[in-house]
């Protein structure tokens, strides 16, 4: 389905954005797999690809610096080739009511979730234009389309991703590339998994579904909308929650 397909996935080292490396490459992409904290993580995704066949490369970037941004996507040509693929997954979260949330813990997360997609999507949007081709999937959240308690940064990030993205494809939907997003609900990750019992049962009541995402479903939407079959589809953001957001 990406036989020949080269990717980059920012925050690609656990959780999500693992996984959806690991997804592209089982679907034929060579990837670039970017982190910021744990080079161990990022090596070991790198190595469960080339186990797959596939090229991989490990490339350290802080998405919230720009200068980072170039100089990874410079890396990534370089070794790779041109990038046929985004995947602006790299974020953090910190959470606190508004009434005591820092200034500090606004940027930060803002910095992050938002402009480091900013800094990638303009990147990849330049090299795209010139070869008229490509696919920019950012991930976002349920909380950017419905909000949650504790979370105004973090709402205010994923929901600028969403806005960011209808922008994006409308400016390059004459170039042949296509701009969308995922907005993951709750995801079995180690951090719900640390949640206690009774705050899982309360989440668990509001997904019709009645379970808890895994980062496969996420990487899977991902790897979706990366394909030709979704040629025809820009400017979305594809919920993969459950059904949380009915």
């Known amino acids: 389905m990406l036989e020949g397909k080269i990717a980059l996935v920012t ?3 656990r959780g999500i954005g693992r996984e959806t490396a690991l997804t592209l490459a089982r679907y034929g992409a060579d990837v670039a797999v970017n982190y910021s904290g744990s080079r161990e993580g990022a090596q070991n995704t790198a190595a469960e ?13 802080d998405v919230t610096k720009e200068a980072d941004c170039t100089a ?7 070794a790779l080739g041109k990038i046929d693929i985004l995947v602006n997954n790299a974020g953090i ?6 009434v005591r949330m820092s200034e500090e813990a606004f940027d930060a997360v803002l910095d992050t979730n938002l402009k480091g997609t900013f800094f990638c999507m303009k990147l990849a949007a330049a090299s795209m234009i010139k070869k008229r081709s490509g696919r920019i999937i950012s991930v976002s959240s349920i909380s950017g389309v419905r ?8 709402c205010a990030a994923k929901a600028g991703v969403i806005g960011m993205t209808k922008c994006l494809a409308r400016e390059l939907a004459a170039r042949g590339v296509t701009v969308n997003a995922v907005a993951p609900g709750y995801i079995d990750t180690d951090m719900t998994a640390a949640l206690p019992e009774r705050a899982k049962q309360e989440i668990l009541s509001q997904i019709p579904l009645k379970r808890m995402g895994s980062a496969r479903d996420v990487a899977e939407a991902i790897a979706f909308l990366a394909s030709d079959g979704a040629g025809y589809i820009t400017g979305q953001t594809l919920l993969v ?5 009915i």
């Open 147 to 154: 909000g949650n308690a504790g979370q105004m940064n973090y």
């Open 241 to 245: 929650d459950g059904g949380m957001g």
């Open 72 to 78: 990874m996507f410079h890396e990534v040509e370089d």
């Open 49 to 61: 690809i080339q186990a797959m066949g596939r090229r991989a490369l490990v490339v350290h970037a």
């Open 11 to 13: 925050g690609a080292g």
């Open 93 to 98: 979260t910190r959470d606190s009511l508004a």
